[in-house]
Structure formats: structure tokens, C-alpha cells
């Protein structure tokens, strides 16, 4: 089992940007493939971007693609999302969740462990 606690958000304007931080905490980081999703009032949870176990594969959405970059260290227990070239399009709360899969997932229904979320707000 794993903990997930995202750290990061904010109000920024367009065209600006942010790192958000998802910290975890248990057992065997290095085994969990680790996504970060977001979801807009009214709107479905979608895919932003996952990185597998070892930080060597990685995958994104095509609305974030150019503009985010997924990272992690697992001798830091720790995953990023530095999100450049903001739009408020990409206003929502951001969450990063877990899954002890090899290949990477989309599907937000795939993931087992999930963070309580960090809201970004992007101004016009």
C-alpha cells in the first residue's frame, strides 16, 4: 500500500507555470507506475500524463503534450508535474495516484491509490 500527497498548486496566469508534488509514503515506491489526472467542475476525470516504474517511459495526453513534463525519483519517494505554458484551460484539480502495473495506464479506473488533489486555477 502507498500514500499519495500532491503539493504545488496555485493561481497563476496564462502562459505561466507550476510543479506539483505528489509525495509518497509505505511500501516499494520503485513498484508503482504513477499518473497524474485532473478534473474540471463538471467535467470527467481525464488523463494528463504517467511515468512507469523507473521513470523511463513515459506517456501523455495530447492536450499537455510539449507543455508538462512527468518525473520521479524513487530514492525521494517522489513524482512531478512541471506544467509549463499554462492555459486556463488546465484549470482543475489535479490528482496523482498508483499502480503497481508495468505498463503504463490511462484509464483513471486502473489506478489503486490516490492523492487528495492540489487545485491550479489558471488566469486569462
Known amino acids: 500500500q502507498v500514500q499519495l500527497v500532491e503539493s504545488g498548486g496555485g493561481l497563476v496566469q496564462a502562459g505561466g507555470s507550476l510543479r506539483l508534488s505528489c509525495a509518497a509514503s509505505?511500501?516499494?515506491?520503485?513498484?508503482?507506475?504513477i499518473g497524474w489526472f485532473r478534473q474540471a467542475p463538471g467535467k470527467e476525470r481525464e488523463f494528463v500524463a504517467t511515468?512507469?516504474?523507473?521513470?523511463?517511459?513515459?506517456k501523455y495526453a495530447d492536450s499537455v503534450k510539449g507543455r508538462f513534463t512527468i518525473s520521479r525519483d524513487n530514492t525521494k519517494n517522489t513524482a512531478w508535474l512541471q506544467m509549463n505554458s499554462l492555459k486556463p484551460d488546465d484549470t482543475a484539480v489535479y490528482y496523482c495516484?498508483?499502480?503497481?502495473?508495468?505498463?503504463?495506464?490511462?484509464?483513471?479506473?486502473?489506478?489503486?491509490?490516490w492523492g487528495q488533489g492540489t487545485q491550479v486555477t489558471v488566469s486569462s
Open positions: 495516484a498508483a499502480v503497481a502495473r508495468l505498463r503504463l495506464e490511462i484509464n483513471w479506473d486502473e489506478y489503486d491509490y
Open positions: 509505505g511500501r516499494s515506491f520503485s513498484s508503482y507506475a
Open positions: 511515468t512507469s516504474w523507473s521513470g523511463s517511459n513515459t
